[in-house]
């Protein structure tokens, strides 16, 4: 199970956000459960966290994405959102009610 969230954090650097789940037949409930026993195992760094992020924020799921927020706080990873842009428009995403 957490050998799939290592899949998961790698796929997400090559697929647009909107399509990555499309392409790769990832399953975001799959996503969530492995990094969540990713986490219970390991642990996880501010760069999971970021990933697991954006991963939320493909699969819909802006509760997720709202906890993954709260564990970065300021500490985006600019390897994953490229731009401070990019992140701030997630995070504005992720905070606006649903």
């Known amino acids: 199970m957490i050998a799939y969230s290592y ?8 697929h647009w956000r ?3 789940y499309a392409e790769t037949g990832l399953s975001w409930p ?7 026993a990713r986490e219970k195992r ?8 970021n990933v ?4 939320a924020i493909a699969g819909r799921d ?24 990019y992140f701030d428009s997630a995070v504005k995403w992720i905070n606006t009610p649903a």
């Open 7 to 14: 899949v998961a954090a790698k796929l997400v650097h090559f």
């Open 18 to 20: 909107d399509k990555l």
């Open 30 to 36: 799959l996503i969530q459960a492995s990094f969540y």
């Open 42 to 49: 390991y642990g996880l760094r501010i760069k999971d966290w």
């Open 52 to 55: 697991l992020c954006e991963l």
């Open 62 to 85: 802006q509760q997720a994405a709202k906890e993954a927020l709260q564990h970065i706080g300021d500490q985006w990873d600019p390897d994953l959102w490229k731009e401070k842009q």
